[in-house]
């Protein structure tokens, strides 16, 4: 009895720890298209996968359309980077890689140096592009430092905008020609 309840308290004081220490992934907001927002990440936390200084945001996409997504910085010496996963999660954000699956999301792409620093002087360019959604549902943007001149906290803009897939002239013309049908039929019935 002794040994098991020594064992039991040895699992206990290595295991709490570890326990209290667990953050799990708390998203900043839900991103509007065309609205930006604001937030802020810690200066290296994309670049060394350092989930505790990311900032998560979350939206909403149907498949078929175009997301494009911008971060620019505020502070000269931030370095944005960004990474776009299908899901959401409530994982710990010590599993996050700015570069592959995690907690349940599905990588998608990550983005890093697009465009110009919108603030000068600054290290490396600033997060653009975009992306042809597949799958309709909920996705996840991760935010962070990549190569900031320090480790501290940085804030920056990040806008979303969703451009809804448009049918093809054809698609509609099929459409038209289909009901013409239907409305031909209906009236040789009633008459």
């Not at 799990?24 to 200084?53: E, I, K, M, N, R």
């Not at 002087?121 to 597949?134: K, L, V, Y």
């Not at 099929?174 to 239907?182: C, D, H, Q, R």
Request: proline fraction near 5%; charged fraction near 10%; charge should be negative.
């Amino acid at each position: 009895m002794r040994f098991r309840n020594a064992v039991l308290a040895l699992l206990a004081a290595t295991l709490l720890p570890l326990l209290a220490h667990a953050q799990p992934v708390s998203y900043s907001g839900t991103l509007v298209s065309g609205s930006p927002a604001t937030g802020s990440a810690a200066g290296f936390s994309w670049f060394l996968d350092q989930g505790a200084g990311i900032s998560f945001w979350q939206f909403s996409a149907n498949a078929g359309d175009t997301v494009t997504l911008s971060v620019n910085r505020l502070n000269g010496n931030f370095d944005p980077g960004l990474s776009l996963y299908r899901g959401t999660t409530t994982a710990d954000v010590s599993a996050f890689s700015s570069t592959g699956n995690w907690g349940g999301l599905t990588f998608v792409a990550g983005l890093d140096d697009e465009h110009a620093a919108f603030m000068t002087p600054g290290p490396n360019g600033d997060p653009f592009g975009s992306f042809a959604i597949t799958t309709s549902g909920l996705y996840t943007v991760a935010v962070g430092g990549s190569l900031s001149t320090d480790a501290g906290s940085y804030p920056f803009r990040i806008t979303m905008t969703d451009v809804a897939a448009v049918p093809e002239p054809e698609t509609t013309a099929l459409l038209a020609l289909g009901l013409g049908v239907l409305a031909m039929r209906r009236r040789r019935r009633a008459g």
